[in-house]
Nanobody, 111 residues
Framework: QVQLVESGGGLVQTGGSLRLSCAASGSIIRLNTIAWYRQAPGKQREWVAHITSGSSTNYADSVKGRFTISRDNAKNTVDLQMNSLKPEDTAVYYC?????WGRGTQVTVSS
């Protein structure tokens, strides 16, 4: 059974950066569309970005220009580089492939 594992979350000040990674066993992650979502306390889970198997990318307006999604084929990961972080980016970040979700990684941005 395929499992997704997120890593890289943490506590950062406003304006700081974090890099999240989504990993799966084997090379399956290279062949599929991978999406990042986030869920802030008391809010619904929302889509953040995705990358297709052909490496086309798309972003939510709220993160466009600040976040970059990319593949690291050597590591079999899909990464989310987050720059210029804001307190409103505070959330648990999840990656998704097909209908499979990871357990999430907490990102906290202090003001």
């Amino acid at each position: 059974q395929v499992q997704l594992v997120e890593s890289g979350g943490g506590l950062v000040q406003t304006g700081g950066s974090l890099r999240l990674s989504c990993a799966a066993s084997g090379s399956i992650i290279r062949l599929n569309t991978i999406a990042w979502y986030r869920q802030a306390p008391g809010k619904q889970r929302e889509w953040v970005a995705h990358i297709t198997s052909g490496s086309s990318t798309n972003y939510a307006d709220s993160v466009k220009g600040r976040f970059t999604i990319s593949r690291d084929n050597a590591k079999n990961t899909v990464d989310l580089q987050m720059n210029s972080l804001k307190p409103e980016d505070t959330a648990v970040y999840y990656c998704k492939m097909w209908n499979i979700w990871g357990r999430g990684t907490q990102v906290t941005v202090s003001s």
